[in-house]
């Protein structure tokens, strides 16, 4: 049976308003606006399921944002000014791919938890810019973690640089260059005696080893400040283009991770920055014989193909490349790229997984 919505302008404000996180999504909102007036959670999404038309079994919650702001006395299109604010760069074909900002396109990223005391000490989660510290209260406050950083200054520059920096590239806590420095780091941890830093990090965050689940919270500026160094178009284009051999690329991805964090290489760290610049190479290859379309042997653009293959091969550094600095290799007819329409609809992906 069709469900039918009531018009938002004939939906009654709660009686006790709350003001909204900068970000927040409407999920997070709606639970911390029935807190405040008495409500259940579930009550309350029940009755904004009902009034939007929305059917209650796992319903979604970001489409009954007009009703949503009824409710809580916003202004009408709070929410979707609020993500046009926050959303993240892609490359599209406005731009023929190339790396340029476009004022049309854009994604949220994936909503994460938000400071707990910005919240007031409630729950909610936000998808706005930046990453898993607070630069306010000085808090790690992403996967269930809650730890004080006023020790560790590093943090907060880490912050502002992903969500300034970072966040123009189209970098977030869930695109994959975040992860792919993280592995690096902790693959290099587990065979190298710690300095003083990190382990004055751990002792502070009671964490006895650094592994591939704590890498982030223990190295965050360090990973921040590589990849950094990772995505730049230069040292990306360096790292994966035919014109240099494997050895050379594999060994400046190793001195990048020992010069940030301050050590010496090891054979894990030799071994997982082969498994990275291989499958990156890989996918260029892959790009260079790219057609156009399945009907056609015609090359693809090769901005575009770029695209396409770091999709297809879950290699997240093809989409920080231009074509201004990388060899281009005699064109042999392979996969078609796909359509413009399916890659638009596309996320990044983080890379598989990677043993070492």
């Given at each position: 049976m069709t469900r039918i919505a009531s018009p938002p302008d004939q939906v009654r404000s709660l009686p006790i308003a709350v003001r909204p996180l900068a970000g927040e999504t409407v999920t997070g909102y709606l639970a911390r606006l029935a807190n405040a007036n008495a409500l259940t959670p579930r009550l309350l999404r029940l009755h904004v399921t009902d009034i939007a038309g929305i059917s209650p079994y796992r319903p979604d919650l970001e489409r009954a944002a007009p009703w949503a702001e009824r409710l809580g006395g916003l202004p009408a299109g709070h929410f979707a000014r609020d993500i046009q604010r926050n959303s993240m760069y892609v490359r599209c074909h406005h731009h023929g791919w190339a790396p340029y900002q476009c004022r049309n396109c854009g994604y949220t990223q994936p909503a994460r938890a938000a400071c707990r005391r910005c919240a007031q000490?409630?729950?909610?989660?936000?998808?706005?810019?930046?990453?898993?510290?607070?630069?306010?209260?000085?808090?790690?406050?992403?996967?269930?973690?809650?730890?004080?950083?006023?020790?560790?200054?590093?943090?907060?520059?880490?912050?502002?640089?992903?969500?300034?920096?970072?966040?123009?590239?189209?970098?977030?806590?869930?695109?994959?260059?975040?992860?792919?420095?993280?592995?690096?780091?902790?693959?290099?941890?587990?065979?190298?005696?710690?300095?003083?830093?990190?382990?004055?990090?751990?002792?502070?965050?009671?964490?006895?080893?650094v592994d591939q689940d704590t890498a982030l919270l223990v190295a965050y500026p360090e990973i921040v400040s590589l990849t950094t160094v990772l995505t730049d178009p230069s040292f990306a284009s360096y790292l994966l283009t035919p014109r240099f051999s494997t050895a050379q690329q594999v060994w400046a991805l190793e001195a990048a991770v020992v010069t940030i964090m301050h050590g010496s290489t090891t054979q894990r760290l030799h071994e997982v920055a082969q498994q990275i610049v291989a499958r990156g190479k890989a996918a260029v290859e892959t790009a260079y014989g790219m057609r156009q379309r399945a009907t056609n042997k015609r090359p693809a653009a090769l901005e575009k193909a770029l695209i396409a293959s770091s999709d297809r091969h879950r290699a997240c550094l093809l989409r920080h490349l231009s074509t201004v600095r990388i060899q281009v290799l005699p064109y042999e007819p392979g996969v078609a790229a796909p359509r413009t329409r399916v890659l638009d609809r596309r996320r990044p992906q983080p890379d598989p997984a990677i043993s070492g």
């Open positions: 000490g409630e729950e909610t989660t936000v998808h706005r810019r930046g990453g898993a510290v607070c630069n306010r209260h000085r808090r790690w406050h992403i996967e269930g973690g809650d730890h004080d950083l006023t020790a560790f200054p590093e943090y907060l520059h880490a912050e502002r640089c992903l969500s300034g920096t970072l966040w123009k590239r189209g970098i977030g806590l869930s695109t994959g260059e975040l992860q792919l420095a993280a592995v690096l780091v902790g693959h290099w941890t587990i065979d190298t005696v710690l300095n003083d830093r990190l382990r004055a990090r751990m002792t502070s965050f009671g964490i006895g080893a």
